[in-house]
């Protein structure tokens, strides 16, 4: 079913996933903030690539690099040469754009006009600051426009105290910062984003090997995590697409509402960043492999992700509408790891003995799961509440409960209800999530 970009955008507002940024002094574009339900969802994501990538294997460790780093770092990378997109401006109402996600290279999308635009211009995408209180070339530094080269900056640090051996993998969660010209989409591209990136380090000869791994493996994880098939697909770069540092690199992209678009890209970087950092900072970045004698720069497959786009991408695909009893029936069937309430208890009236029972019951599911009382309205309007954003059981306390010591819990997917015992409600939903 395809869902309408507005619709998605309403929810993530209505229920709380994200709000504008700075909203009450009349927003900042292209920033957003991320309310009750969004953080608990993107932690949930991050979370899980996290427990993929780092907690279930044993070739992969993590870290986490600072924002700022030395100026040198960028320049070393490229960045401060290359990191550019094509800036053309219309000269009639003065919007900018990058040429190359035009439509049309010659009609401005704002007011219609042709042969309006300016020649293009390398528009360099990293945000600028000083360190210091004197703002000089000498202080300049910029916020990271990805983590990777915090990773690469680190290799040797992490290679040597935790004792690794070719392959291995290096991983890192983090804030990033792009100056994008034209940001839009809602979350999908904005100027501040998080980043779930992997540098997995290997021998030269085995590169194409591993490049095929991660390629199969990044897929496997969107599927497991419930994303449908049919929206997936992988999709190789052009020649004249790849960065400065690539041999390869396909985008695992998804159809989003405005058609299809990256999520994540996987890269071959070659042994082009450890190669340039050893040369501008003049330490020996190479691997030493003892048994072979021999010292080489490893070639490194990086699989680099959105954390904001990907659950964005999974709020749309998790979102169904049903016809229950002649209603219409909004359910985000997300996955159960992912979903951000995993259990609402839900007396059937706010007398006090059934809040103190629900209370209790609510207490007893905290320390394992996200957990939510809700006391108000009718138990439908609830059970709809729940639905739309994505709590997988409603456990309701009825004036039963009082007597018979049990509770009702509800199915999100099937609304299939079991009487179960109070002491039991946690063996339950443990079975369950």
Same mark, same amino acid.
């Given at each position: 079913?395809?869902?309408?970009?507005?619709?998605?955008?309403? *929810?993530? @507002?209505?229920?709380?996933?994200?709000?504008?940024?700075?909203?009450?002094?009349?927003?900042?574009?292209?920033?957003?903030?991320?309310?009750p339900l969004g953080v608990?969802?993107?932690?949930?994501?991050?979370?899980?690539?996290?427990?993929?990538?780092?907690?279930?294997?044993?070739?992969?460790?993590? =870290?986490?690099?600072?924002?700022?780093?030395?100026?040198?770092?960028?320049?070393?990378? #490229?960045?401060?040469?290359?990191?550019?997109?094509?800036?053309? !401006?219309?000269?009639?109402?003065?919007?900018?754009?990058? *040429?190359? @996600?035009?439509?049309?290279?010659?009609?401005?999308?704002?007011?219609?006009?042709?042969?309006?635009?300016?020649?293009?211009?390398?528009?360099?995408?990293?945000?600028?600051?000083?360190?210091?209180?004197?703002?000089?070339?000498?202080?300049?530094?910029?916020?990271?426009?990805?983590?990777?080269?915090?990773?690469?900056?680190?290799? !040797?640090?992490?290679?040597?105290?935790?004792?690794?051996?070719?392959?291995? #993998?290096?991983?890192? =969660?983090?804030?990033?910062?792009?100056?994008?010209?034209?940001?839009?989409?809602?979350?999908?591209?904005?100027?501040?984003? /998080?980043?779930?990136?992997? /540098?997995?380090?290997?021998? +030269?000869?085995?590169?194409?090997?591993?490049?095929?791994?991660?390629?199969?493996?990044?897929?496997?994880?969107?599927? %497991?995590?419930?994303?449908? +098939? %049919?929206?997936?697909?992988?999709?190789?770069?052009?020649?004249?697409?790849?960065?400065?540092?690539?041999?390869?690199?396909?985008?695992? /992209?998804?159809?989003?509402?405005?058609?299809?678009?990256? *999520?994540? #890209?996987?890269?071959?970087?070659?042994?082009?960043?450890? @190669?340039?950092?050893?040369?501008?900072?003049?330490?020996?970045?190479?691997?030493?492999?003892?048994?072979? %004698?021999?010292?080489?720069? +490893?070639?490194?497959?990086?699989?680099?992700g959105g954390a904001t786009?990907?659950?964005?991408?999974?709020?749309?695909?998790?979102?169904?509408? !049903?016809?229950?009893?002649?209603?219409?029936?909004?359910?985000? @069937?997300?996955?159960?790891?992912?979903?951000?309430?995993?259990?609402?208890?839900?007396?059937?009236?706010?007398?006090?003995?059934?809040?103190?029972?629900?209370?209790?019951?609510?207490?007893?599911?905290?320390?394992?799961?996200?957990?939510?009382?809700?006391?108000?309205?009718?138990?439908?309007?609830?059970?709809?509440?729940?639905?739309?954003?994505?709590?997988?059981?409603?456990?309701?306390?009825?004036?039963?409960?009082?007597?018979?010591?049990?509770?009702?819990?509800?199915?999100?997917?099937?609304?299939?209800?079991?009487?179960?015992? =109070? %002491?039991?409600?946690?063996?339950?939903?443990?079975?369950?999530?």
């Amino acid at each position: 079913m395809a869902i309408d970009f507005d619709t998605i955008v309403n *929810l993530s @507002k209505k229920r709380g996933f994200v709000f504008q940024s700075s909203e009450i002094y009349g927003g900042l574009r292209s920033a957003y903030d991320y309310g009750p339900l969004g953080v608990a969802l993107l932690r949930n994501v991050k979370a899980e690539w996290w427990r993929a990538m780092v907690q279930m294997r044993d070739d992969v460790v993590g =870290i986490d690099s600072a924002i700022l780093q030395a100026s040198d770092v960028w320049v070393a990378s #490229g960045h401060v040469a290359s990191f550019t997109d094509p800036l053309v !401006e219309c000269t009639s109402c003065n919007s900018r754009f990058r *040429l190359d @996600k035009l439509d049309d290279s010659e009609q401005c999308p704002t007011c219609g006009n042709r042969g309006t635009f300016t020649e293009p211009r390398q528009f360099n995408l990293m945000f600028q600051t000083h360190m210091g209180p004197v703002a000089s070339e000498e202080n300049v530094v910029y916020l990271r426009p990805e983590t990777a080269q915090g990773i690469f900056i680190n290799f !040797e640090n992490v290679r040597r105290t935790a004792r690794l051996k070719l392959p291995f #993998g290096i991983a890192q =969660i983090g804030k990033a910062f792009r100056n994008e010209i034209t940001p839009g989409q809602f979350v999908f591209r904005t100027r501040e984003f /998080e980043q779930m990136e992997l /540098e997995f380090f290997c021998h +030269p000869d085995d590169a194409e090997e591993w490049f095929g791994y991660w390629l199969d493996e990044r897929q496997r994880w969107y599927l %497991d995590l419930g994303m449908s +098939p %049919d929206k997936l697909r992988l999709r190789r770069h052009d020649a004249d697409e790849l960065a400065h540092y690539a041999a390869d690199t396909y985008d695992v /992209e998804y159809e989003f509402p405005w058609g299809w678009d990256e *999520l994540e #890209g996987i890269a071959n970087r070659t042994d082009f960043d450890l @190669k340039a950092h050893a040369e501008r900072s003049g330490k020996d970045l190479r691997y030493y492999d003892q048994d072979a %004698d021999d010292r080489f720069f +490893p070639y490194v497959i990086e699989p680099s992700g959105g954390a904001t786009r990907t659950t964005f991408a999974l709020l749309i695909d998790a979102y169904t509408t !049903e016809e229950v009893g002649g209603e219409e029936r909004v359910v985000l @069937k997300l996955d159960k790891r992912l979903a951000p309430i995993k259990a609402a208890v839900l007396p059937l009236s706010k007398k006090p003995d059934l809040v103190e029972v629900t209370q209790k019951v609510a207490d007893s599911l905290k320390p394992l799961w996200d957990v939510e009382v809700d006391v108000t309205q009718s138990i439908g309007r609830r059970y709809r509440r729940q639905d739309e954003i994505g709590t997988p059981y409603c456990v309701t306390i009825d004036f039963d409960s009082l007597e018979d010591q049990q509770v009702t819990v509800r199915d999100r997917d099937t609304m299939a209800q079991d009487r179960i015992a =109070i %002491d039991k409600v946690v063996e339950y939903l443990r079975d369950r999530l």
